[in-house]
């Protein structure tokens, strides 16, 4: 589950004469034609946020096949992520930010066997593996008011950032081997969001598309061993990328 509480700012516009008021149509620029949809306004223009997203989650398998390769499958596994973020609303329902997260992955496999084909098989047992994360970015996020209230709206980011990742493998003790990836990515992440009062709302979102560039080094006892470069462009739906969140207004 993920949580995260935003603090929010500057309810009146920028001309601090005229009432803001949530749920109010938002006109097209040619007034003379009808819109499919009517977009109101969530995100009133002036509007400052800042917020934490906090992610915990454990996850484990026994006895699973994996795609008829991997039997007697069992893994045990935690990840923690904090996501600070701050966001400054230019335009009407048209928001930009910035975020750093960090990010702590720790497992064990304590059994598997793959079998290939039948033509070879290779049973391990009691790996450790341990990830940890940072990364910053900015990101552009578009909301649609589906309701005359403010109360119900869609949105989407556009995430641009990058990240350093130290990823280790090893069984019995801690060695010194390890690898890092540096990476460039830009992210779409469409969610939802309502307001069940006037000064909270809650949202959900998912990571669906991602496109990265980046420069993976592995390390023997500090010094470099390997290298390699990769580009990735993918679009899937990942629990992993699931975010829920809680918004307070001020």
């Given at each position: 589950?993920?949580?995260?509480?935003?603090?929010?700012?500057?309810?009146?516009?920028?001309?601090?004469?005229?009432?803001?008021?949530?749920?109010?149509?938002?006109?097209?620029?040619?007034?003379?034609?009808?819109?499919?949809?009517?977009?109101?306004?969530?995100?009133?223009?002036?509007?400052?946020?800042?917020?934490?997203?906090?992610?915990?989650?454990?996850?484990?398998?026994?006895?699973?096949?994996?795609?008829?390769?991997?039997?007697?499958?069992?893994?045990?596994?935690?990840?923690?992520?904090?996501?600070?973020?701050?966001?400054?609303?230019?335009?009407?329902?048209?928001?930009?930010?910035?975020?750093?997260?960090?990010?702590?992955?720790?497992?064990?496999?304590?059994?598997?066997?793959?079998?290939?084909?039948?033509?070879?098989?290779?049973?391990?047992?009691?790996?450790?593996?341990?990830?940890?994360?940072?990364?910053?970015?900015?990101?552009?996020?578009?909301?649609?008011?589906?309701?005359?209230?403010g109360r119900?709206?869609?949105?989407?980011?556009?995430?641009?950032?990058?990240?350093?990742?130290?990823?280790?493998?090893?069984?019995?003790?801690?060695?010194?081997?390890?690898?890092?990836?540096?990476?460039?990515?830009?992210?779409?992440?469409?969610?939802?969001?309502?307001?069940?009062?006037?000064?909270?709302?809650?949202?959900?979102?998912?990571?669906?598309?991602?496109?990265?560039?980046?420069?993976?080094?592995?390390y023997e006892?500090?010094?470099v061993v390997?290298?390699?470069?990769?580009?990735?462009?993918?679009?899937?739906?990942?629990?992993?990328?699931?975010?829920?969140?809680?918004?307070?207004?001020?």
């Amino acid at each position: 589950m993920c949580l995260a509480a935003v603090c929010s700012f500057g309810q009146t516009n920028s001309s601090g004469d005229d009432k803001i008021v949530l749920g109010r149509e938002i006109m097209p620029k040619d007034s003379t034609r009808t819109p499919r949809f009517r977009n109101h306004l969530i995100a009133p223009k002036g509007e400052w946020q800042c917020g934490l997203s906090v992610m915990y989650a454990d996850f484990s398998s026994s006895d699973a096949d994996y795609m008829l390769m991997l039997q007697g499958l069992g893994a045990n596994a935690s990840m923690l992520r904090l996501a600070p973020e701050a966001a400054y609303t230019f335009k009407d329902n048209h928001a930009v930010g910035a975020r750093f997260q960090y990010t702590n992955v720790n497992g064990v496999i304590d059994a598997a066997t793959a079998d290939l084909l039948g033509n070879f098989s290779m049973a391990v047992e009691n790996i450790n593996a341990s990830s940890r994360s940072m990364s910053a970015a900015v990101f552009q996020r578009t909301y649609v008011g589906l309701d005359k209230y403010g109360r119900v709206g869609l949105f989407w980011d556009y995430v641009l950032g990058v990240s350093r990742t130290r990823t280790q493998f090893y069984m019995g003790e801690q060695s010194n081997s390890y690898s890092l990836n540096e990476k460039v990515s830009l992210g779409f992440a469409p969610g939802i969001v309502y307001f069940p009062m006037n000064n909270v709302s809650v949202q959900a979102s998912i990571g669906l598309a991602n496109v990265s560039y980046g420069n993976v080094k592995a390390y023997e006892s500090g010094d470099v061993v390997g290298s390699r470069k990769n580009f990735k462009a993918q679009a899937s739906l990942n629990i992993l990328n699931l975010n829920f969140g809680l918004t307070i207004h001020l």
